[in-house]
């Protein structure tokens, strides 16, 4: 089992197929085994790199505290680690904080970032203003109600307690990442870093709306924009087939240039 050292703290990851790279970064609920149906499904075609964050799944959870502010770190640590060059990092939720901030600190691995359901923390005063609304409104709802749709749980009891479970074997809680957000890098910084940026959301999103992601793409310049029809917040989970086709259509568009000039 390979693990990745990230000053001094044990990060768990693994590593699947052949081909472009794609990473993938959870959320707070989630671990390396959340992704079951995107390994299965993009293995055959891309080397897909699963992690466990720090207090999360099988990396080192003995810290007496975990602050979200060492998690792009951990990405970065799988990054040289495995060795991986023009990668996509693909975030989950507040996950995507991560992997946007990952993807700014080593740009020489990293081409592209997703930011899955997520403005990736992004500092814009209009941005922060929007996800703070739809957050108000999410927070009304039962957790497991924000993030798969209702009729997914009555139709697929069996993964939405499956869903549920998941959560159960990480020590972090979704407060040791909400700090992720602090100082996030502006839309000059992410323009500038040459990393490309994706957001990548479900029309049925309850935590976050399309139109506030829609506005954060209209704000990044060259960055482009997925919405996925029917699809809630766990997109990944609950519609599997849409979101692995559009990750594997974002990793053949992001890197289209670069790959024509070779």
Request: charged share 20%; with cysteine.
């Amino acid at each position: 089992m390979p693990f990745a050292d990230s000053d001094g703290t044990a990060v768990y990851y693994e590593r699947h197929g052949s081909g472009p790279a794609i990473l993938f970064v959870h959320g707070s609920g989630g671990h390396h085994a959340a992704w079951w149906q995107q390994v299965a499904a993009l293995r055959e075609r891309f080397t897909v790199v699963t992690l466990d964050l720090r207090g999360f799944g099988k990396s080192d959870s003995s810290l007496p505290e975990f602050d979200g502010q060492d998690f792009p770190g951990d990405v970065v640590a799988v990054l040289e680690a495995a060795d991986l060059t023009d990668v996509m990092l693909v975030g989950q939720s507040i996950g995507s904080v991560a992997a946007l901030r990952a993807g700014l600190l080593r740009p020489d691995r990293v081409s592209c970032v997703v930011l899955g359901h997520s403005l990736g923390g992004i500092n814009h005063p209009e941005l922060r203003e929007l996800a703070a609304a739809d957050r108000a409104e999410a927070v009304k709802l039962p957790v497991t109600d924000r993030l798969l749709t209702k009729e997914f749980q009555t139709e697929r009891a069996d993964l939405t307690f499956l869903f549920q479970q998941m959560g159960t074997f990480n020590a972090a809680r979704m407060q040791d990442l909400r700090n992720l957000d602090t100082d996030g890098p502006t839309l000059d910084e992410i323009q500038h870093s040459g990393v490309k940026v994706a957001f990548l959301a479900g029309e049925k999103d309850a935590v976050l709306g399309v139109k506030t992601v829609t506005r954060a793409h209209e704000l990044l310049p060259g960055s482009h924009l997925e919405i996925v029809p029917g699809a809630p917040h766990s997109m990944y989970w609950e519609t599997p087939e849409p979101y692995n086709a559009a990750l594997a259509r974002l990793r053949r568009t992001l890197t289209a240039p670069e790959e024509a000039a070779v």
